[in-house]
């Protein structure tokens, strides 16, 4: 299915609210998660990429030991779309688990 371009900008208050960030050189979304260590950091960007692989929709993110920065665009929009959304939430509930 393709992505459209993200319409309703009400859906990202939720996640700004919860610790995303806009980026200020793009139309993405960014966050960043500590952990308590290497093994849960890792631990985290495991199960969220399972979740990214079965939707098709991947993260640009980094890890150095226990903090995981993510931004997330769609890049066949040049911008956010429901697939941002939908990632974000899920990567949040990842850490709640």
Do not use: C
Not at 14 to 32: V, Y
Not at 38 to 48: D, H, K, L, Q, V
Request: hydrophobic letters at 45%; proline letters at 4%.
């Amino acid at each position: 299915m393709k992505a459209e371009p993200l319409t309703d900008r009400s859906a990202l208050a939720p996640l700004l609210a919860n610790g995303w960030a806009a980026d200020p050189t793009r139309d993405a979304i960014t966050k960043t998660y500590i952990f308590r260590n290497f093994i849960e950091a890792f631990g985290f960007m495991t199960r969220a990429a399972l979740w990214a692989e079965k939707w098709d929709h991947h993260p640009e993110w980094s890890n150095v030991y226990k903090t995981v920065t993510v931004t997330l665009i769609t890049h066949d929009v040049n911008g956010l779309s429901d697939r941002d959304i939908k990632l974000a939430q899920k990567m949040d509930s990842l850490t709640t688990a």
